[in-house]
């Protein structure tokens, strides 16, 4: 059992839709970070959110953390090609990340 | 170039083998922290060093074992490697947002 749900697993969508992906636990977190992967690279930070019920926006990514700081979400408004990867969220676990295992999203041209 | 360097970047080694990934963190990073990432598994926290000193373990096999040095690149060690060893190892750095290096892909045939 991952320690992060996120859901959907997979996503393919049309180019200028908008999406929603989730991070949910039963734990807690002091803090919980998004990263985008590529095929062949490591993840790149996207956020980092450390208070329930705030809300980060990095252009076309809204990233809201719950009040009860136990989820997560990412909403991507007029999704382009170049969103296309690997969206992995993790949780501070006593200053080690725990990731869960991934939103996989395809934006289609 | 995200500043952390692991190598080598690719590996294929016959089960019952050991080998040796390296990383060094970006300059002015303390912290090590070795992943290993599969298709099935997601991420997953192995170690974590801290200037020298190991700090956290996650599902670290015994066969497995790292060490971090006083220039403060570290080494992962695998030893009597299986076919389920074949993963994508990742290394990273930094306080509350990781840097990632580009992997080291490890095939056991």
């Known amino acids: 059992t991952q320690l992060l749900e996120q859901s959907p697993q997979f996503l393919s969508i049309q180019e200028g839709e908008n999406l929603t992906v989730y991070c949910n636990s039963s734990s807690v977190f002091s803090s919980l970070q998004w990263y985008r992967q590529e095929p062949g690279e490591g993840p790149v930070l996207l956020v980092t959110v450390v208070t329930g019920g705030e809300v980060k926006k990095l252009k076309r990514l809204t990233f809201q953390f719950g009040d009860a700081r136990k989820d997560s979400s990412l909403h991507i408004t007029a999704a382009q090609p170049g969103d296309t990867g690997l969206y992995l969220c993790?949780?501070?676990?006593?200053?080690?990340?725990?990731f869960g295992a991934g939103t996989r999203l395809t934006v289609k041209p | 170039d995200s500043g952390v360097t692991q190598t080598p970047k690719h590996l294929i080694t016959a089960t019952g083998q050991r080998v040796t990934l390296r990383c060094s963190p970006r300059?002015?990073?303390?912290?090590v922290y070795w992943y290993q990432q599969s298709l099935d598994q997601g991420l997953q926290f192995l170690i974590h060093y801290y200037n020298g000193e190991e700090r956290a373990k996650g599902n670290i096999l015994e066969r497995f074992s790292a060490q971090q040095f006083p220039d403060l690149h570290s080494e992962l060690n695998l030893s009597s490697l299986e076919l389920g060893d074949s993963a994508l190892y990742f290394c990273?750095?930094?306080?509350?947002?990781?840097?990632f290096g580009s992997g080291t892909r490890l095939t056991v045939v």
């Open positions: 300059s002015g990073d303390l912290s």
């Open positions: 990273a750095s930094g306080g509350h947002g990781y840097t």
């Open positions: 993790a949780g501070d676990v006593r200053n080690d990340m725990r």
